[in-house]
């Protein structure tokens, strides 16, 4: 995907900013925009949010995404189950997901994981260091040992989640509790990478680290060229076979 440009869907709830002063006065734009502004002029990138028709996820959406960014809280029931199945298909086929913050607990993930997605949480404006487990992961590149956050809400382990296939980031709270908060994981030919760091109340998508890390992220989790396994059954066998008496 280096000599390519990466199509990005950027989806965003966009609940929070339109009906809380506090976000609206953080993200007047939407998170969305933010997290746009931090992946550069390398992708092209369309936005889509809940209260768009068919959540602006529409199949000629879908098949010119390369990697779908997800950010949702507190309407995680309104997502169409039509269209859930949509991008886990798509996911299957090799679209890159990336899932950040309380997306942990959207339907797709769920999906994806086949686990509740649980865990423990807290606001109290604590802070958080995200240390970097595998450095030489494309995802840590040019992020340093740590990333440290003066505030953020706190999740706890134990998050319910199958093992990673690979456990990049964990996070430290300053109330004591560690969280796995950045997890690779493959489903069919996609790529996916969970990010714990983005409440709403907190200006972390201008983070130039939380930034970096969702930008390596997303050229991670591009696809690569492949063909689609073939499953099923009566597949024409590459050899001969002798009939048997």
Known sequence: ???????????NEFRHEKHNDSVAAIYPQGMHTAIAEGLGS???ITFATLDDA???????VLSETDVLTWWGHGAHDEVSDEIVECVYNRVLRGMGLIVLHSGHFSKIFKKLMGTSCDLKWREADEKERIWVVKPGHPIAEGIGEYIELPQEEMYGEHFDIPEPDELVMVSWFEGGEVFRSGCCYTRGLGKIFYFRPGHETYPTYYNPQV??????????????KADYPRYGHAVPSLEPIKEKN
């Open 1 to 11: 995907m280096s000599n390519k440009r990466i199509k990005v869907t950027i989806w």
């Open 42 to 44: 390398d992708c092209d």
């Open 54 to 60: 068919e959540h602006g996820l529409t199949e000629a």
């Open 211 to 224: 930034r970096k890390v969702i930008s390596n992220a997303v050229n991670w989790a591009a696809p690569v």
